[in-house]
T-cell receptor, first 115, second 114 residues
Framework: DSGVTQTPKHLITATGQRVTLRCSPRSGDLSVYWYQQSLDQGLQFLIQ???????AKGNILERFSAQQFPDLHSELNLSSLELGDSALYFCASSARGTGGRETQYFGPGTRLLVL | QQQVKQSPQSLIVQKGGISIINCAYENTAFDYFPWYQQFPGKGPALLIA?????SEKKEGRFTISFNKSAKQFSLHIMDSQPGDSATYFCAAIPPSNTGNQFYFGTGTSLTVIP
């Protein structure tokens, strides 16, 4: 158990809908990262937050947005969902937010299925 | 454009054999290269990592070899065990606080046969 929690575990929704994925980092970790993992695209970095502020941005679509709250939990909002958004979404956390050069602890993921 | 190219896509090795997974990167600004291990139904977990000023790093049965001039690095798993069966991802990380994203390889599914 990494100490990172993600909810929900599974999500089934329809095209055009909006969903919110939630992540709670390990106790004491200030940085949160979001990733998308799909069969055709592999593991893709979406966005990183450190202590409430955006620190690094990856291939995050404009239909997607994220934020980190004062209690350090983070939410990833996916809107106008398309079939191609079906994937496993991982959240990870780290202590200092120095990008990938410190150990990131991954949550169990949220499996999103868009029908 | 794939910033990090990983091969092979899948690998089958006999127990006790050596598993070798290769990655190549494009951007010379990357300065940290971790490998992650992912078991089915789980998130990736950091396995081992290397900086480009070092040509080799070893941790137990896992070794990273790094060739800066060729912009290539590889993971060697010595004495491979069935418990090593997992998907392995390499990654390339830019300097911290640059606001730049980091890149993962496409993954290698390793199966170690007893």
């Amino acid at each position: 158990d990494s100490g990172v929690t993600q909810t929900p575990k599974h999500l089934i929704t329809a095209t055009g809908q909006r969903v919110t994925l939630r992540c709670s980092p390990r106790s004491g970790d200030l940085s949160v990262y979001w990733y998308q993992q799909s069969l055709d695209q592999g593991l893709q970095f979406l966005i990183q937050y450190y202590n409430g502020e955006e620190r690094a941005k990856g291939n995050i679509l404009e239909r997607f947005s994220a934020q980190q709250f004062p209690d350090l939990h983070s939410e990833l909002n996916l809107s106008s969902l398309e079939l191609g958004d079906s994937a496993l979404y991982f959240c990870a956390s780290s202590a200092r937010g120095t990008g990938g050069r410190e150990t990131q602890y991954f949550g169990p993921g949220t499996r999103l299925l868009v029908l | 454009q794939q910033q990090v190219k990983q091969s092979p896509q899948s690998l089958i090795v006999q127990k006790g054999g050596i598993s070798i997974i290769n990655c190549a990167y494009e951007n010379t600004a990357f300065d940290y290269f971790p490998w992650y291990q992912q078991f089915p139904g789980k998130g990736p977990a950091l396995l081992i990592a290397i900086r480009p000023d070092v040509s080799e790093k070893k941790e137990g049965r896992f070794t990273i070899s790094f060739n800066k001039s060729a912009k290539q690095f590889s993971l060697h798993i010595m004495d491979s065990q069935p418990g090593d069966s997992a998907t392995y991802f390499c990654a390339a990380i830019p300097p911290s606080n640059t606001g730049n994203q980091f890149y993962f390889g496409t993954g290698t599914s390793l199966t170690v046969i007893p």
